[in-house]
């Protein structure tokens, strides 16, 4: 069961604002007018993408580690992460001027690692050890422990909690420049520090305002959790989503969001590419996956927020561009426009003109076309990728697929074939 620790206060948040706004960025509160007219309301992003580090994470790292004495934090302090966590750290013990060793998993992209030396700049000894997030915390637990050197976690924490909260203190004094009062705030969850933070201070400064935490469907452990009212374990996650995708939920955190928080929503993954294409092309907003959640979730609540005052927190920028073939192939496919088959051709000249003229719509295109010819046999299979210009399109190319090759595949629905053969 959930454990009865006391949580977080607003006047705890309050301190931690004290503490930081002469550290980080206050970032702005942009009034969207795409989104606005898109979904009838009024839609304000708060801009953490353009954060130091270019996400929340510089808010709770910092404020966690000033909090230690000082004889224990010239010692040095120890975390784990795959990336905003880690550079929240680096910059932190740089400026602070304290040693930091921090642990990332081995198959942490080269990109994230040169990030944290950067932030870094000499104070940081990163270490690459074992092939999963949970591998590598396991050890920089173990190292901290010897070491006697302070672990800094990555949001169960309640220093951590009040330092990602002051990006509501900032947020609420911007509406209230504006004259607004937010009606909606959505922002994501990973392990659930920003939205704890953002929830305690939220609902005793604006208690109408309802708190939505967004999560990624494929990594659901806050939703979860809140089932069992308890923390528990995923047995795997879809790792897509990397700044949202946890197995498990922190104890504190899951306090913060039953008391706090409203409601908690899960976004496909193919959802959270499309708004990540729609960000960058309509607002040139470059988010990461975890950043884009937010505003993902707006097409689900659409009729709810008509009218009213909404705002989505950009929770980071931090967005590898050699994932963008990734983000538009999985958006394509979510949005029902690209489809892969295993198709079977006959092994005869103008097989493929034939399939072309009777299958194909005249605005539809081949993507990809791997053919392996049988000699023994009349047909062959062939793995071919459908672009399709209208997804209303489907059912109809589907019936004239049925008649081309009644035994066909269609390969979205057996994902190890999918992830074999494309």
Known sequence: MVSQEPLVKKADIETAYQTLKDVVTHTPLQYDEYLSQKYQCEVYLKREDLQKVRSFKLRGAYYAISCLPKEQAQKGVVCASAGNHAQGVAYTAQKMDIPATIFMPTTTPQQKISQVEFFGKGKVDVRLVGDTFDASAKEAKRFAKEMQQVFIAPFDDHAIIAGQGTLAVEMQADLVKESRQADYVFAAIGGGGLISGIATYLKEKSPVTKIIGVEPSGAACMS???????????????????????????????????????????????????????????????????????????????????????????????????????????????????????????????????????????????????????????????????????????????????????????????????????
């Open 224 to 422: 979860e959790a809140l089932k069992r009212n308890q923390v528990i374990s995923l047995d795997t996650i879809d790792k897509f989503v990397d700044g949202a995708a946890v197995k498990q939920a922190g104890a504190k955190t899951l306090s913060h969001v039953q008391a706090y928080v409203d409601e908690v929503t899960l976004i496909p993954e193919g959802r959270v590419c499309t708004t990540i294409l729609e960000l960058y092309t309509k607002q040139a907003i470059v988010a990461e996956p975890a950043g884009a959640l937010s505003v993902a979730a707006l097409e689900y609540y659409k009729d709810s927020i008509k009218g009213k005052t909404v705002v989505c927190v950009i929770s980071g920028g931090n967005n590898d561009i050699h994932r963008m073939q990734e983000i538009e192939e999985r958006s394509l496919m979510f949005e029902g426009l690209k489809h892969y088959f295993v198709i079977n051709f006959p092994q005869r000249p103008g097989a493929l003109r034939e399939f072309v003229t009777e299958v194909l719509g005249p605005d539809d295109d081949i993507t990809k076309f791997e053919y392996t010819k049988r000699v023994n046999r009349g047909s062959g299979p062939v793995v071919i990728g459908i672009l399709l210009k209208n997804r209303q399109d489907y059912d109809s190319m589907l019936q004239r697929l049925e008649q081309f090759d009644s035994n066909y595949i269609d390969l979205s629905q057996n994902q190890s074939l999918y992830t074999l053969l494309v």
